[in-house]
């Protein structure tokens, strides 16, 4: 009964390479999010999408491509992977747009060596 | 544009006894404030939350927070910790579909 998850939970690999985590939620939400946490444990939004429609883009890098099939799922896709990428990535979603309690995964650990 | 600032990065304190958690938001609207946890190796989750009303919030885990607006504060409490309350607790402001958080403040409670 997990609200929502995300795969994978960790994640390694090497520069140069592109990699997706899919993250969904079953609590029939209209809007999710994408966070990222750095080394030193700061949030920072990233995206934000609402019944599939971009909301939010915090100015991410174009390697960084959103992609929601459907209001249940938001995944995120990384092209060439950089170090400074490394961080947990958290996915989030919320009932509307402007309804404020975010109910978050248990994170992605990205690890690029 | 709206800020906040967490006081104290750590945060070391006994069992049983209280603790308080600093947060001071800057913003030119009104806001809605949270106080969200994340223990060791899981995402977030909301203690409390204030949109309007009381100032004083009870949340989860009998932690609260007390919302000052002529300070800008929305404080952290909780009279009697446990080794279990050990975690990374962080602020967050709102005042439109997006949330701010800080820097966070990491507990520790020691037997």
């Known amino acids: 009964d997990t609200a929502v998850s995300q795969t994978p939970k960790y994640l390694v690999t090497q520069m140069g390479n592109d990699k997706s985590i899919k993250c969904e939620q079953n609590?029939?939400?209209?809007?999710m999010y994408w966070y990222k946490q750095d080394s030193k444990k700061f949030l920072k939004i990233m995206f934000s999408y609402n019944n599939k429609e971009l909301i939010i883009n915090e100015t991410v890098p174009n390697r960084f491509s959103p992609k929601s099939p459907d209001k249940a799922h938001l995944n995120l896709h990384i092209n060439s992977l950089e170090l400074g990428d490394s961080a947990v990535y958290f996915c989030?979603?919320?009932?509307?747009?402007?309804?404020?309690?975010?109910?978050f995964g248990p994170g992605t650990r990205l690890t690029v060596t | 544009a709206q800020s906040v600032t967490q006081l104290d990065s750590q945060v070391p304190v006994f069992e049983e006894a209280p603790v308080e958690l600093r947060c001071n938001y800057s913003?030119?609207?009104?806001?809605?404030l949270f106080w969200y946890v994340q223990y060791p190796n899981q995402g977030l989750q909301l203690l409390l939350k204030y949109l309007s009303g009381s100032t004083l919030v009870k949340g989860i885990n009998g932690f609260e927070a007390e919302f000052n607006k002529s300070q800008t504060s929305f404080h952290l409490r909780k009279p009697s910790v446990h080794i279990s309350d050990t975690a990374e607790y962080f602020c967050a402001v709102s005042n439109d579909y997006k949330l701010s958080f800080g820097a966070g403040t990491t507990v520790t409670v020691r037997a």
């Open positions: 989030a979603s919320s009932q509307e747009l402007f309804t404020y309690e975010q109910y």
């Open positions: 913003s030119s609207v009104s806001v809605y």
């Open positions: 609590l029939g939400h209209d809007t």
